[in-house]
């Protein structure tokens, strides 16, 4: 008898141990899919009237098209470096500015950084980025010469520095994440090109870059929301419907046709680093009639659309922040 019960205290001392062994490794796993799984509940809400706010200083005569170079982008950049500063953006560099200088023009790029609240991944970086130049004053037309650029690119900058508010105000990514507005995009993508070069030169371990390219405007009878150029060239698109749980990204053939995914800011990135460096768009060349044109102007764009489109990535890059594994890659060419 006495052997018995030795036998079965035996017994249930390992089938306790076993058993807080699983516990414990039960517990793990649900913390590690806690952290990327609990995207429904993040506070999705868009102010519309400062998305509005924004899009309409930043596209207003005052500002005179932001031509590089130009007061007109001057005041533009101490607009975001404010909202930046207010959110608690770390600048990259010593400031929030990138200085260059093209053909005799001086120009800068704002980079703000969030970064990320892990002790690894936060040496991985995620760039959300649009220009924020335009071409200035133009020939006038009835009277009109100031090229607002409101769609292109004032909604895409927009776009970014909500972004920046949201994930200060969630703060809670993993990898550390760069927003990044350009200058000189019109003048032949100097200003990705220059911080392009620079990043590369720091070594900066890039996971993916993002950019928002003219989305002030719906595009009709699409299943997605906006098109991503480069569509093919990786698992970008795929990947991120599967984060957002909707169709957010699709493929327009005439980006591929006209070649956007090079004549963006995204591409000096995608040369430079070899990983995926994609634009989102909603511009799809029958949707709007104002493009480098002085009736480029805030009056003409959609804000619930905007709205729905900042409120749409959000998801999705909150994922692409915290999944364990570089997941999103370049397919094989």
């Known amino acids: 008898m006495r052997k018995t019960i030795t036998k079965l205290c035996w017994l249930f001392a390992l089938a306790l141990l076993i058993s807080c062994g699983n516990s414990k490794k ?8 806690a952290a990327v799984t609990k995207t429904e509940n993040l506070n999705l809400e868009i102010n519309k009237n400062e ?4 899009l309409q200083y930043l596209s207003s005569n005052e500002l005179e098209g932001r031509a590089t170079g130009s007061e007109g982008i001057e005041k533009a950049a101490q607009k975001i470096e404010g909202i930046f500063k207010e959110n608690n953006l770390k600048p990259y560099f010593e400031t929030y500015r990138h200085n260059f200088e093209t053909e005799g023009v001086e120009g800068f790029n704002i980079v703000g950084v969030l ?3 892990d002790p690894q991944l936060k040496e991985e970086f995620i760039i959300l980025g649009a220009h ?4 200035g ?3 006038p037309i009835d009277g009109d010469s100031i090229a607002n650029g409101a769609n292109d690119n004032a909604a895409g900058t927009v776009a970014v520095v909500e972004m920046a508010k949201k994930f200060a105000a969630i703060d809670d990514n993993k990898r550390s994440i760069m927003f990044v507005l350009f200058s000189a995009e019109e003048l032949g993508l100097v200003g990705a090109k220059k911080l392009a070069k620079r990043l590369k030169a720091d070594d900066l371990d890039l996971y993916t870059l993002f950019n928002f390219e003219m989305i002030g405007v719906p595009m009709a009878n699409k299943d997605y ?3 991503l150029t480069g569509y093919e060239n990786s698992n970008f698109a795929e990947k991120f419907n599967e984060y957002s749980e909707e169709k957010v990204l699709g493929f327009l053939p005439q980006a591929k046709e006209y070649q956007l995914f090079k004549r963006s800011d995204n591409y000096p990135f995608y040369e430079a680093f070899k990983v995926p460096a994609q634009s989102i768009s909603t511009f799809d060349f029958t949707n709007y009639n104002y493009y480098h044109h002085v009736a480029d102007e805030a009056e003409k764009l959609d804000i619930p659309h905007m709205v729905k489109v900042i409120k749409s990535v959000i998801p999705g890059i909150y994922k692409m922040a915290n999944t364990p594994e570089k997941e999103i890659r370049m397919n094989e060419q």
């Open 132 to 135: 924020y130049d335009h071409i």
């Open 225 to 227: 929301i906006g098109y």
């Open 115 to 117: 970064p990320g609240n």
């Open 26 to 33: 039960t517990k793990t796993t649900s913390k590690a899919e």
């Open 51 to 54: 998305v509005a706010d924004l």
């Open 137 to 139: 004053i133009q020939d």
